[in-house]
């Protein structure tokens, strides 16, 4: 159980990783902006050969789907206690000396939950980069919309959340 000052300790590191996240979805929203004014003048868009822009979608797409999965993968291994004890030894802490108490697992297992999180948010947001990408290749403001709205749904679904949080320290604490 956490302590009043533990709270509020954690309502204000929690606040901290939204703003980080916001961020990450603002820059989505920034190359949206970036490819509409880039796009929107009466600049001519590059002459490539389309066998090049085909091949290149193809690639976008498949580093798009491996960070989709490398997503998945990370977001399910965090929960569990091999990985949290990993992170603990290379910290040169144990799971017995946070037994003392919830406060002292919130201060521990924090960095770990940002840092995942971080690394989660940042495949999320290159998806939206590999848009940008392509919207520029090609010169069409429709063809990175897909890489776009998929940037945006994995950000959301991977809102941070307290309660995720306490679920990592409860499981470290088992």
């Known amino acids: 159980m956490l302590s009043e000052q533990g709270k509020t ?11 980080v996240w916001v961020a990450m979805i603002g820059s989505v929203g920034l190359f949206v902006a970036a490819t509409l004014a880039l796009l929107s003048g009466t600049a001519e868009p590059p002459h490539i050969d389309p066998a090049v822009v085909n091949v290149l979608m193809g690639g976008f797409v498949v580093v798009s789907a491996v960070n989709i999965m490398l997503v998945t993968v990370i977001d399910r291994k965090i929960k569990s206690n091999e990985i949290i004890a990993a992170f603990l030894k290379r910290r040169g802490e144990t799971l017995a000396s946070m037994q003392s108490g919830s406060d002292e697992a919130v201060r521990v297992l ?12 940042a495949l999320c947001e290159t998806v939206g980069v590999c848009g940008l990408v392509m919207a520029l290749v090609t010169g069409s403001v429709f063809v990175p919309v897909a890489f776009y709205v998929v940037s945006v749904a994995l950000l959301a679904r991977l809102r941070p959340s307290t309660g ?8 470290a604490m088992r």
């Open 164 to 171: 995720e949080f306490l679920d990592i320290v409860k499981m």
């Open 9 to 19: 300790e954690l309502s204000g590191k929690m606040k901290k990783v939204t703003i």
């Open 110 to 121: 924090y960095p770990f939950y940002f840092q995942t999180c971080l690394v989660k948010w």
